[in-house]
């Protein structure tokens, strides 16, 4: 299977504990961005990746989330000190060069989070 | 800024029957809109989108939806669904001058009865 893949696909964790979401993306792709998607609501965007850079962040990503892309492959989400309040899915997409707009995101099946 | 609206959370047809499902945006711009299907347990999966090549777009799975830009509409349309299109279907917009990034609607759950 080549289409982007996230691990774990399920995470159960107490609040106040650090929990870390891994996505890979398809591999020709230079564009990576994480979505986060709660129950009843469409994915929101939290930050986006052009190869190895972070070139944006949503104010939805609060000083308790970091992201990171070494080396412009696989990318990793880190929540530290999790609250109730970051229960939900967490997706990955990916994107080839070009129009950023225009160009179709594939993505993941998605990180489920609950805070206990 | 941009938004998108899906009027209907759920809805039920029966099989063989004719869906729509609405999609309004703003955008100050002309926009990209896109339609993704996502399955239980799935990501999401593009189903169409419009890049002002034409107004009416086909899709994947006997999908198609219609640019209005009078209307600043973009609903989605399938003259007969099957059962397998049980799904959430979510709209999404995107332009080059704001961010770039897409802004989704809050999804539309699709039932299909036998």
């Known amino acids: 299977d080549t289409g982007v893949s996230q691990d774990p696909r399920h995470k159960i964790t107490k609040r106040g504990q650090n929990v870390t979401f891994r996505c890979d993306p398809i591999s020709e792709h230079n564009r990576l961005y994480w979505y986060r998607q709660t129950l009843g609501q469409g994915p929101e965007f939290l930050t986006y990746f052009q190869n190895e850079a972070q070139l944006e962040k949503s104010r939805l990503l609060s000083d308790r989330f970091s992201a990171e892309r070494p080396k412009g492959s696989f990318s990793t989400l880190e929540i530290q000190r999790t609250e109730q309040g970051d229960s939900a899915m967490y997706l990955c997409?990916?994107?080839?060069?070009?129009?950023?707009?225009?160009?179709?995101?594939?993505f993941g099946p998605g990180t489920r989070l609950t805070v206990l | 800024a941009q938004s998108v609206t899906q009027l209907g959370s759920h809805v039920s047809v029966s099989e063989g029957a004719l869906v729509l499902l609405r999609c309004n945006y703003s955008?100050?711009?002309?926009?990209?809109l896109f339609w993704y299907v996502q399955y239980p347990n799935q990501g999401l999966q593009l189903l169409l989108k419009y890049t002002s090549a034409a107004t009416l777009v086909k899709g994947i799975n006997g999908f198609e939806a219609e640019f209005k830009k009078s209307e600043t509409s973009f609903h989605l349309t399938k003259p007969s669904v099957h059962i397998s299109d049980t799904a959430e279907y979510f709209c999404?917009?995107?332009?080059?001058?704001?961010?770039?990034?897409?802004?989704f609607g809050p999804g539309t759950r699709l039932s299909v009865l036998p």
């Open positions: 955008s100050s711009v002309p926009p990209y």
């Open positions: 999404a917009v995107s332009d080059r001058n704001y961010g770039q990034n897409f802004v």
């Open positions: 997409a990916s994107s080839p060069e070009g129009d950023r707009a225009y160009n179709e995101q594939f």
